[in-house]
C-alpha cells in the first residue's frame, strides 16, 4: 500500500469516465437493471454511485458530518463498501485494466485492523479519483487549467455523458443526460432542445469531436417533417413539438464544422439510415412493413429542415391524445410553422401550444389552468430568428467554401430560389425595426410597436406576433441568446443598452440564473412549486416554471453576449465583469454534493427542490461563456481566419 501505481486511465471514454465517477441513483438502477443503486450509509447516501460520491465527502473535509461519519463507520465495520465499488467495475470491457488496479489494491485493505482501514480506502479511491480528473485536464484546453472554478466545471461535463441501456438508440451508445436525477434515464434523458444547446460546452469546447458527431448524428437520423425531434425517445414515441430545437441542432452542428478543423466538413456528406420514412404515420408504417429503407446525407437533412421552413410546416402529431400528453388540448398537438416572405421570419405555433424551452403547459384542473400554456410564446420568438440568422450565415459561407451542395431554398415552385444570402439579408433589414422598443417614444413611430403595451423602453421584444399581443412585450431573457449567435442583426448601440436593462432587472448580484420575467411583470412569480395543489392559477402545479424563477442556463447566454456587445476598456475589465457574475457560480459548484450547477433557483437564489440539481445546459452554457472570453483574448491580436471564427 505505500507503493501503489498510478492506474492507467489514458484511454478511458466519457463513458466510461462517467461511470467510475459518476451514476446518480436512476443511472445505476438502469444499468444494472435494478439490482443496484447508491450505497447506503445507515439512511444516508451520497449522490453518486461512482468514487465521486465518496470523493465529494473526502474532499468537504468535515469530519463532523453525518454521512462523512456514517462512512467512516461503515468501512471499519465491513468490507462493503470495498466490495462494492470492486463489483461496479467487473465485467466492462473497458475498464479491465481499472478494475483490476482498483481489485488489488482495495483488496489489501481488507485485512487491515479495522481502524487502519479509512484511511486507507480514501487513499485508494483519491488515487484513482486523481489520476482520472488529471488526465481529463491534460487532455483539455489550456483556460480550463486557470482556475479551480474552470477545472470544476470541466469535471462536471462527465457527470451527462454515458451509456444507459433504456436511452441508447442503434449503435449510438452514448447520450447526454438532460438533468439529474430527473431526466437521466429512459424517454426522459434525451431532448433535442437540451442536447444541442449542451453540445458545445460539453463536448466541442473540450474537443471531443467523435462523441460530438454520433450526438449529432443520432439526432438527426430521427428528424421527420424537417423538424429535429423535442424528444426522442430511441425513436419510440418520438416527439416533433418543439420549434426551436431544429434551430439549436443546426447550432452545434455549425460549431462542430467550425471546431473540428481536420475532419468536420465531411458530416455533410455522412450517410445515416433514417428512422421515419415518411411524414405521414401510414406511409411510414406501411414503408416499413414492406422492409423499405431511407438513407439520407446529412447535408440532405439540413436542407429539408430549411426547405419545409421555407415552405411552411403543418401537421398533427402522431398519437395525438392523452397516450402522448394528458394535459394538452386536442388545437395543441398541431404544429404550424410558416415563413413571412415580407421580413424573411418563421412564425409558429398557436395558443393552445408551445414549442420553444418555455414549454410549461398547465395541469390542473381546480386552478382552471390545464391545458394552457404558462408562457404564451406563438408567433416568431426572438431566440428563434436569432438562430436562424446565423444557420443561414453558416451556410451561405458552406456552400462558397464547396462543403456544402445547396444554395438557397425554394419559397415555391416554378419561382426563383432565395439564397441563404438574401434570406440572411431580409432578416437584419426587418429585425430591428419590428424587434426594438426603442429608448425614446418619440421614436416608436419608425418601429412596428403598439405603444399601450410597451412595459420597458430600450429592449427588445421577447417575440413577434404572439397571439397574446402583450407577450412580445415582456421582457424576458432570450433576445441575449440572439445576441449571443447572431450579433450581425442588432445595431451595437442598441444591444449594450438592453443588456443593461437585462442585468438591472433580470440578475441580482450572486444568483445562478436569469429571471425568466421581469419581476416589475404582473405575472411574475418567483417561486416554482411543482406540487401545488391549489386553486391559484398562476403557481398550481408549478405553472410559474418560466414566470420568474432563475434558470442558470440563459445567463450563459447574456455573459455571450455581454462579451460580444460590453464596452469595457480592456479585456481586463471584461473579464473581471464576468468573473464578478459567476461569483455565486463558483461558491455553489464548490459546495454543492452534486458538484454542479442546478436547472432552476427561485427568487434571490434560493434553492428549487423540483429542479434538476445538476443540469446539463447549465454547465455548458457557462462553459460556452467562459470559452468565448478566453477565445477573445487570444484572438485580440490576431487577425481571425474566417467569418465564423
Not at 353 to 376: C, E, F, I, Q, R
Amino acid at each position: 500500500l505505500a507503493n501503489v501505481p498510478e492506474p492507467n486511465v489514458a484511454n478511458l471514454s466519457m463513458s466510461a469516465i462517467n461511470h467510475v465517477l459518476f451514476r446518480c441513483t436512476n443511472e445505476e438502477n438502469d444499468i444494472t437493471f435494478g439490482k443496484r443503486g447508491l450505497y447506503d450509509f445507515g439512511g444516508l447516501a451520497p449522490k453518486y454511485a461512482g468514487i465521486a460520491g465518496i470523493m465529494r465527502e473526502v474532499i468537504s473535509l468535515d469530519s463532523k458530518k453525518d454521512l462523512f461519519q456514517n462512512i467512516v463507520a461503515n468501512i471499519k465495520a465491513g468490507n462493503w463498501l470495498i466490495d462494492y465499488h470492486i463489483s461496479r467495475l467487473a465485467n466492462i470491457s473497458e475498464l479491465n485494466e481499472v478494475a483490476l488496479w482498483l481489485k488489488t489494491h482495495l483488496g489489501c485493505i481488507k485485512d487491515l485492523p479495522a481502524e487502519l482501514k479509512p484511511k486507507w480506502v480514501f487513499t485508494i479511491i483519491s488515487k484513482l479519483f486523481n489520476a482520472i480528473w488529471q488526465n481529463i485536464l491534460d487532455n483539455a484546453p489550456d483556460f480550463f487549467k486557470m482556475s479551480q472554478f474552470n477545472s470544476l466545471l470541466l469535471l462536471s461535463t462527465y457527470q451527462f455523458i454515458g451509456d444507459i441501456p433504456s436511452s441508447t438508440y442503434r449503435h449510438f451508445k452514448e447520450t447526454i443526460a438532460a438533468g439529474l436525477p430527473h431526466f437521466s434515464v429512459g424517454y426522459m434523458r434525451c431532448w433535442g432542445r437540451d442536447t444541442m444547446i449542451a453540445l458545445r460546452g460539453l463536448l466541442l469546447v473540450e474537443r471531443k469531436f467523435k462523441e460530438a458527431k454520433d450526438i449529432l448524428l443520432l439526432f438527426a437520423s430521427v428528424m421527420r417533417h424537417g423538424l429535429i425531434p423535442n424528444l426522442h425517445d430511441q425513436g419510440n414515441n418520438t416527439r416533433f413539438n418543439s420549434r426551436d430545437a431544429s434551430w439549436f441542432f443546426m447550432e452545434a452542428l455549425q460549431e462542430y464544422v467550425i471546431r473540428e478543423t481536420e475532419h468536420g466538413a465531411n458530416i455533410f456528406k455522412e450517410e445515416i439510415e433514417m428512422q421515419f420514412l415518411d411524414n405521414r404515420m401510414e406511409e411510414h408504417l406501411r414503408k416499413k412493413a414492406a422492409g423499405e429503407k431511407k438513407i439520407m446525407t446529412i447535408a440532405d437533412v439540413v436542407q429539408e429542415i430549411m426547405q419545409a421552413h421555407a415552405r411552411g410546416i403543418d401537421f398533427t402529431e402522431w398519437n395525438a391524445g392523452p397516450k402522448i400528453d394528458e394535459h394538452m388540448t386536442t388545437p395543441g398537438f398541431r404544429v404550424q410553422i410558416r415563413f413571412d416572405p415580407k421580413t424573411g421570419f418563421i412564425f409558429g405555433g398557436n395558443k393552445f401550444n408551445y414549442g420553444t424551452w418555455m414549454d410549461k403547459l398547465g395541469s390542473s384542473d381546480k386552478a382552471k389552468n390545464k391545458g394552457v400554456p404558462a408562457s404564451p410564446r406563438d408567433g416568431c420568438a426572438v431566440e428563434i430568428l436569432g438562430l436562424l440568422r446565423s444557420a443561414l450565415r453558416f451556410l451561405d459561407f458552406a456552400f462558397n467554401k464547396g462543403i456544402y451542395p445547396y444554395e438557397g431554398v425554394n419559397i415555391e415552385e416554378g419561382k426563383k430560389a432565395m439564397t441563404f444570402k438574401q434570406w440572411a439579408k431580409l432578416i437584419d433589414d426587418n429585425f430591428e425595426r419590428h424587434f426594438l422598443i426603442p429608448k425614446e417614444p418619440q421614436d416608436w413611430k419608425d418601429y412596428a410597436i403598439e405603444s399601450k403595451l410597451v412595459n420597458k423602453k430600450g429592449i427588445y421584444k421577447d417575440i413577434f406576433g404572439c397571439s397574446n399581443p402583450s407577450s412580445d412585450y415582456q421582457l424576458r431573457p432570450n433576445f441575449t441568446i440572439a445576441m449571443a449567435v447572431a450579433p450581425e442583426m442588432f445595431k451595437p448601440e442598441n444591444a449594450k443598452y438592453a443588456l443593461s436593462i437585462v442585468e438591472s432587472s433580470l440578475f441580482e448580484k450572486g444568483i445562478l440564473g436569469l429571471k425568466t420575467l421581469d419581476p416589475a411583470d404582473k405575472n411574475y412569480r418567483g417561486e416554482y412549486i411543482n406540487d401545488e395543489d391549489s386553486a391559484n392559477y398562476n403557481m398550481a402545479q408549478g405553472f410559474s416554471y418560466h414566470s420568474g424563477p432563475e434558470w442558470v442556463w440563459p445567463l450563459g447566454y447574456f455573459l455571450r453576449a455581454l462579451i460580444k456587445f460590453g464596452d469595457y476598456k480592456s479585456l481586463g475589465a471584461l473579464e473581471e465583469k464576468v468573473m464578478t457574475i459567476l461569483e455565486g457560480h463558483q461558491q455553489h459548484i464548490m459546495t454543492s454534493p452534486w458538484m454542479s450547477l442546478p436547472e432552476i433557483t427561485d427568487a434571490h437564489a434560493k434553492p428549487n427542490s423540483f429542479g434538476c440539481p445538476a443540469q446539463a445546459w447549465s454547465i455548458s452554457t457557462i462553459i460556452d461563456a467562459l470559452a468565448d472570453l478566453s477565445e477573445k483574448k487570444c484572438l485580440s491580436s490576431t487577425q481571425p481566419t474566417s467569418p465564423l471564427t
